[in-house]
């Protein structure tokens, strides 16, 4: 399979009259994101059955065409562990992947391994070896060396033959339908954080401990420092750190001598925004209580949460021991958070059917919700049966009397 590095428009193009007409492509990019308000695309790699082709976008500077593609529901697009590809599309287009297969995702529902890397799959499924020896590529830099490129192939050149083995299996254990469902829930849960990331600021360290007042000011802060971290290409931590941004809101500084109060304010890249940020905090000072934001709950332990904590814990070992039933990874069905979710929603006086917790859903709940509901019920009791198993319980359910 022949292998190249695009560097002009018109080849580009070309490429992508291809892949327009390919029934699958594999995927991948490199890029860097230590010094940048998003990740600064370094590289593209592409896989079909006929060809493996990288892309320099330092180079070609209009790469509309791939992300139509991308967004088309007639193109399978495959890849591994693809949260920066998903966002490279949206970002570059406002639309996201329509038909994308993550095997990383697909692998979990087909084993216990997950999340397996790259190469841990490729072992697995076709036991090649992958040689690790460019992971610490600085990618922005150029020229490109041809080491660097074949490396960087060698992450889609596999991914079209172990999506169709995949495919297989998913088939062969009637997970078609869950594979589908996990793949489509993870590109829609990425869309949903970037639409919603102006109201990320809620989840700010020790937040709950502001007043109404304070929580409006931390609000224009965070607002502020995202619009300012965009329009720079600085990441965020570089404007003013988290913590920083929740002090300043706390003491409500109305100078620059006291805004400079706090030694960790000293530092020359956060001085320079200064007069921006006292005149944000004014803004949020002259609002009206109408539009203070709500006080946002306490997160720390109480003694229901103390309960959810244990309740969760002893569902977490019954959703193990499924899991190793059916072959398939505790981490790909649920987290502790999404246990303590269904005790809270199990319990619930006034069960909100529109807001299943995701164990009470689809696929979970086929494999284990039932079971979980029966636990809290008390309707079946667990044993050790066979301590050399790997799915050493037994759940055995309760006579009536």
Known sequence: MPSRLITRQADFERLCHRLDKAPAIAFDTEFVSEHTFRPRLCLLQFATEQ?????????????????E???????????????EEILFCWNAIQKPPANLTDVQ?????????????????VQKMTNATIQGRETRTDWGRRPLTKKQIEYALEDVRY?????????????KTKRTEWADEECRDFVDSLIQTQKQRGDAWVRLPKISRLSRRELAIARALFQWREATADKLDRPV???????????????????????????????????????????????????????LPQKIRNHQPDH???????????????M?????????????????????????????????????????RGWRYEICGEL?????????????????????????RIEES
Not at 159 to 171: G, M, V, Y
Not at 332 to 337: A, I, K, L
Not at 385 to 395: E, G, I, Q, R, Y
Request: aromatic share 4%; hydrophobic share 40%.
């Open 51 to 67: 060809e493996t082709v990288a892309v320099d976008p330092f180079e070609v500077n209009d790469l509309t065409a791939w992300w």
């Open 69 to 83: 593609i991308m967004a088309n529901e007639q193109t399978n697009v495959i890849i591994h562990g693809g949260r």
């Open 105 to 121: 995702i697909v692998q979990g529902l087909l084993s216990r391994g997950f999340p397996l890397s790259h190469s841990a799959i």
């Open 159 to 171: 991914l079209i033959q172990i999506a169709a083995k995949q495919k297989r299996q998913l088939k």
């Open 237 to 291: 931590r570089t404007i003013l750190r988290d913590d920083l941004l929740v002090d300043v809101a706390h003491r409500k500084p109305t100078s620059e001598a006291e805004l400079l109060s706090s030694r960790d304010m000293q530092r020359s890249s956060y001085k320079r925004h200064v007069p921006e940020l006292l005149k944000q905090i004014k803004a949020a000072m002259e609002l009206p209580d109408s539009e």
């Open 304 to 318: 229901s949460k103390q309960e959810e904590q244990a309740l969760g814990k002893l569902l977490a070992i019954a």
């Open 320 to 360: 193990a021991n499924r899991c190793a039933e059916c072959d398939l990874s505790p981490a790909m069905v649920g987290t502790t958070s999404d246990l303590r979710d269904f005790v809270r929603w199990h319990f619930s006086t006034e069960k909100d059917q529109e807001k299943r917790p995701r164990l009470a």
């Open 372 to 396: 979980l509901e029966d636990l809290l019920d008390g309707r079946v009791s667990l044993r050790v049966k066979d301590a050399h198993s790997n799915h050493p319980l037994v759940f055995e």
